[in-house]
């Protein structure tokens, strides 16, 4: 989803419910039996957690009586694979914002940094992605920021996310940032994993 669940924006019904009733059905009907075996990709060196896979892991075996195991490898060494869309295996990698977009994280009108699709303000890569991002992304640009007609039209792109999402965030993982209260008296940070809100510094005296 485009929206942190903190978010004003957010709404309950983008939740993805915990359903491993749902899930078994799903399963049984593409022919996956009981105890199956596969591969996950935890993939390493990028910033991924080996328990989160491996709390993953534990609930597919516990709650859908799958046979999963993990293949810890290197990110860059599989790379390859997944530009040539060649990796045909669960996989799993840290996402969010990073030193390179963690700048525009606080933009007016615009959303969180990382690779976040479809970007209600913003974000399309001619000639790879669907016209429908771009036709999104004209929608909101010439929109006040914040307006009714805004927040519908962003509302409307938030439900085809939810919709059409391929992926989905397992947990969250947000950063430790201390501060020393001799300087700062607060700081009223928002939920990402790079420092952030800086008009929000409130000085010692």
């Known amino acids: 989803m485009p929206f942190h669940q903190l978010d004003p924006e957010y709404q309950d019904r983008w939740a993805y419910e915990f359903d491993p009733e749902l899930a078994r059905k799903f399963l049984a009907e593409s022919g996956v039996e009981p105890g199956f075996r596969f591969e996950f990709f935890c993939s390493q060196g990028n910033g991924t957690s080996l328990e989160v896979c491996e709390a993953v892991v534990g609930q597919w075996k516990e709650n859908l009586d ?6 810890s490898t290197q990110y860059s060494s ?3 694979t997944m530009l040539g869309r060649e990796l045909h295996v669960p996989w799993m990698t840290r996402w969010g914002p990073t030193s390179k977009n963690g700048r525009r994280a606080d933009g007016g009108g615009t959303l969180p940094g990382g690779g976040l699709w ?3 303000s913003g974000g399309y890569n001619p000639s790879l992605e ?8 004209e929608e909101t640009r010439v929109q006040a920021k914040g307006s009714p007609e805004n927040l519908a039209s962003r509302q409307k792109i938030g439900d085809f996310a939810w919709d059409m999402a391929l992926t989905g965030g397992t947990v969250e993982v947000p950063a430790l940032i201390g501060v020393n ?8 940070l928002a939920p990402w994993d790079l420092p952030n809100s800086f008009e929000t510094i409130i000085p010692a005296k």
């Open 78 to 80: 599989r790379r390859p």
């Open 130 to 137: 669907d016209n429908k991002y771009w036709d999104n992304r």
């Open 181 to 188: 209260p001799d300087t700062i008296e607060s700081w009223d």
């Open 118 to 120: 479809p970007l209600p």
């Open 66 to 71: 799958l046979d999963p195991f993990i293949d």
